[in-house]
T-cell receptor, first 112, second 116 residues
Framework: NAGVTQTPKFRILKIGQSMTLQCTQD?????MYWYRQDPGMGLKLIYY???????DKGEVPNGYNVSRSTTEDFPLRLELAAPSQTSVYFC???????????FGPGTRLTVL | KNQVEQSPQSLIILEGKNCTLQ??????????LRWYKQDTGRGPVSLTI?????NTKSNGRYTATLDADTKQSSLHITASQLSDSASYIC???????????????FGKGTHLIIQP
């Protein structure tokens, strides 16, 4: 049981490039989330999903896209990367009555 | 607007000492409150989840308290260890979402440093 896995762990992008951050969970959780965390700041919700085929915007969705074709996978797409997207990105999943969240190890992204 | 305020912003204590972290919230209607520990460079890990009816919950050397009337929670760490150095995040869920993403309000965290 690996929990929530994220790839890559680190990535450097040039302005205008695109990339996909991968997230997979093996706990059969319905809910999945993408957060970003800037240095010294709290977590901000980008997108979330309540199940396969269903996604919704969070607090800071601009510049990102998501899809949820399976229960296990929830990739985050960055189009036309900008320096403001330099951050650490965390994927999480949850289920159960109180929907305790389980977080992945994070992807550290730098846009230069 | 729902808000979660944590204090202090940062704290430095000596190994073996106790400390208490605070969380005040204005989330309504309240469903549950969670404390997470985030080690540097890692994702947050759940320490406790408390519902409206729970006043105290322990997880080893960590004890969380909840006063739903004053909308305050605290996380007490006993006999601190070097491995307790981390950020501690308070997250409050409103009743409608039951914990869904649109009902979670995150605090900015308390950065705790344990010195030998």
């Amino acid at each position: 049981n690996a929990g929530v896995t994220q790839t890559p762990k680190f990535r450097i992008l040039k302005i205008g490039q695109s990339m996909t951050l991968q997230c997979t969970q093996d706990m059969n959780h319905n809910y999945m989330y993408w957060y970003r965390q800037d240095p010294g700041m709290g977590l901000k919700l980008i997108y979330y999903s309540v199940g396969a085929g269903i996604t919704d915007k969070g607090e800071v969705p601009n510049g990102y896209n998501v899809s949820r074709s399976t229960t296990e996978d929830f990739p985050l797409r960055l189009e036309l990367a900008a320096p403001s997207q330099t951050s650490v990105y965390f994927c999480a999943s949850s289920s159960g009555t109180f929907r305790e969240q389980f977080f992945g190890p994070g992807t550290r992204l730098t846009v230069l | 607007k729902n808000q979660v305020e944590q204090s202090p912003q940062s704290l430095i204590i000596l190994e073996g000492k106790n400390c208490t972290l605070q969380c005040n919230y204005t989330v309504s209607p309240f469903s549950n409150l969670r404390w997470y520990k985030q080690d540097t460079g890692r994702g947050p890990v759940s320490l406790t989840i408390m519902t409206f009816s729970e006043n105290t919950k322990s997880n080893g050397r960590y004890t969380a308290t909840l006063d739903a009337d004053t909308k305050q929670s605290s996380l007490h760490i006993t006999a601190s260890q070097l491995s307790d150095s981390a950020s501690y995040i308070c997250v409050v869920s409103d009743m409608y979402s039951g914990g869904g993403a649109d009902g979670l309000t995150f605090g900015k965290g308390t950065h705790l440093i344990i010195q030998p």
